[in-house]
């Protein structure tokens, strides 16, 4: 059990390792904390952090640097952190600048936490645990070539071209579609499958060919992220020494693996996870944190926002950061997903 006093004295250790990435002496905490105390009751306080695998000391003579198990007992005493107001003015000004389009909302993000913290920033775009239609359009093409355009939850549009059997009016083919829209509006593709209705044979059909689009849309089940910040993450310290480090980060995004290996299984809908080093169960991943957070609807519309840099990363400003803008972002999804609805209908 840590005293008040040595909980300032971890905490001194672990805001000066962030911003100056060289080991902490004695002397720089002492004048640090201004605890009114000697230098020997300093050193003896930080010699129980090192005995108890809060700080480690890279050399006998070196200073000291946060361990895995130090950077958690700081996250656990952070408390709430929040934004400046000016800088959420600033930011949210920022979002209201761009065109009114999810693609851009969550560029922006990713770029703006990128450059604010100076590390990787992964924005992926809101989806549910299922797809839900949300309008389907048939539109003729030329005599029986047909374009079907699905409109799913999220925001999501997709396009296939069919070909019927016979030649097709386009005044049949929205009849068609509106019936379809009318009886299946709101549900998912295994939900569409097990409803029983009676239908025509080339409703039918139709039908069958927007279950197979809505499954396969299912099955992706990571799309690829909006991602900024690699060169900053790369001119970090840690990544700059330690070139296996820096090429392990890049694979991972070569190969689109970074995504799956940092996104919790159990991710809750409120709130930040932070995974620190060795508390990443994918091996790879255990020279860094991982900061994420979810946005958007429960359910129909959650997205995710994630940063990966070292574990000596500025955990306050990006906790800060990454919570404000999962709430613009899930203001604007709102909009967008409630005008979404109102159009399908």
Known sequence: MLSPRTDTLLKSIVEQ????????????????CGLGVSAATIRNEMAQLEQEGYIIRPHVSAGSVPSDKGYRRYLESLGEVKLPLAEQRLLSHLFHQVEQELDEWLNLAATIIARRVQNVALVTKPRGKACLLKHLGLVSLQNTLVLLVVALSAARVRQQLITFAQNVTQA???????????????????QISAKEVELSSTERWVTDCLVKVM?????????????????????QPELV???????????????????????????????????????????SMRDYSVVTIRYGLREEASGTISVIGPTRMPYTRTIAIVTYLSLVLTGLVTKLYGREISNAN
């Open 17 to 32: 390792y962030i911003i100056k990435a060289v080991p902490v002496s004695s002397q720089s905490v002492t004048d640090d």
């Open 172 to 190: 049949e083919l929205t009849v068609i579609a509106n019936k379809i829209n009318e009886i299946y509006f709101g549900l998912s593709s295994s």
């Open 215 to 235: 499954e396969a849309e299912d099955k992706e089940r990571y799309e690829e992220p909006y991602l900024a910040g690699l060169p900053f993450a790369l001119n």
């Open 241 to 283: 020494l330690n070139h296996l480090l820096a090429r392990n980060l890049v694979e991972l995004i070569e190969q689109r693996k970074l995504l799956s290996s940092i996104i919790p299984a159990h991710l809750s809908q409120q709130g930040v996870k932070v995974i620190v080093g060795k508390e990443n169960e994918v091996e």
